[in-house]
């Protein structure tokens, strides 16, 4: 048994089981940098696993547990086995409710172990949201989750991150004729305290932070929008007193240019497609997501479901890989002892599973 108290533990939830979800699943256990990182706790069906180690091509050596059973960190991942799907009852390639029912139950439970004191930091494979709506039709988005399971004050802030570049936004999920609604002085303030304390927290000591314009050309002197002048030059000022290294606004189509270069660490934009566009054509196969503001980080890697090659034993696993890296970075581990640890993980899934 493993004890190292500074070991971070990751809870893992899987994803989608009609998408590649099954197979990075089964690849990550297996994988050598991730076991050397952290101790890990999956959160699935193990029927669903075993799947996913037939298109894989391996035998995952984890240790499954159910209610009553003690949980040993002794290295070797742990397998929660909610025994809640039979993969025989999907399809593969297509979004169902039962799929999204099976992902959204994975991921509700990591994120509890993770604000019980559970788990260090939550991790998962590809969602597919229009089977997480069909399973729930309240569902918005996984930030929504995390804020209710969490019992957080206010909603968290997704970044994407690629090869050290992040991109932070001020909107997400949100209809394009809504983003200048929510484009507030507030709003960019507090995105760029979070993306400078998040930042920091995988060791960028200084993190420069470029600021993107809402309109095109950052809104040519007013001409295209006066929010550029009104809310985003005051906010940038704000934050640039409050001793965060930013500069801004920019016009959108060519600040990554220049981000790309190394002129800045992090792009802030505006609305979702402003920065996705550009950090998916520069490497979509080893970005990830990372969803902070919380008490502890949320990752998973930024590509989707890929519905098109699951079951073809070809995902790739490098952003799933650096998801859970950054996670393990970002953990602030509990200096819990290992079997402490387990007593406090058993408990908490024989109370779910009451």
Sequence with gaps: MTTDKSRPVLALAMGDPCGISPELTAKIIMDAEVRAAAD??????????AEGES????????????????????????????????????????????????????????LRLGAAGGADAVTFTPFNKYAMKLADGSYEDEIAVITEESGAARPGREFNILDGLWNARITSHVPLKDVAHYITKEAIINGLV????????????????AVA?????????GNFGREEIDIIEPAVAAAKAQGILCEGPFPSDTVFLRAKRGDFDAVQTMYHDQGQIAMKLMGFESGITLIGGYAFPVCTPAHGTAYDIAGKGIAN????????????RMAKPQSLDPAERGRRVAEIFAKAAA
């Design 40 to 49: 890990v706790i999956v959160i699935g069906d193990r029927r669903v696993l």
């Design 55 to 110: 298109v894989a091509g391996l035998a995952c050596d984890c240790r499954t547990w159910k209610p009553g059973a003690p949980v040993m960190f002794d290295g070797a991942p742990v397998f929660v086995d909610l025994g809640h799907l039979d993969p025989a009852r999907v399809t593969r390639g297509t979004a169902s409710r039962m799929g999204g029912t099976f992902a959204l139950a994975n991921f509700r439970a990591a």
């Design 194 to 209: 979070l993306t400078d304390r998040c930042m920091r927290d995988v060791g960028i000591a200084r993190p420069r932070i």
């Design 213 to 221: 314009g809402l309109n095109p050309h950052a809104g040519d002197g």
């Design 317 to 328: 696993l490098g952003a799933t890989r650096n998801a859970l890296l950054i996670a393990a």
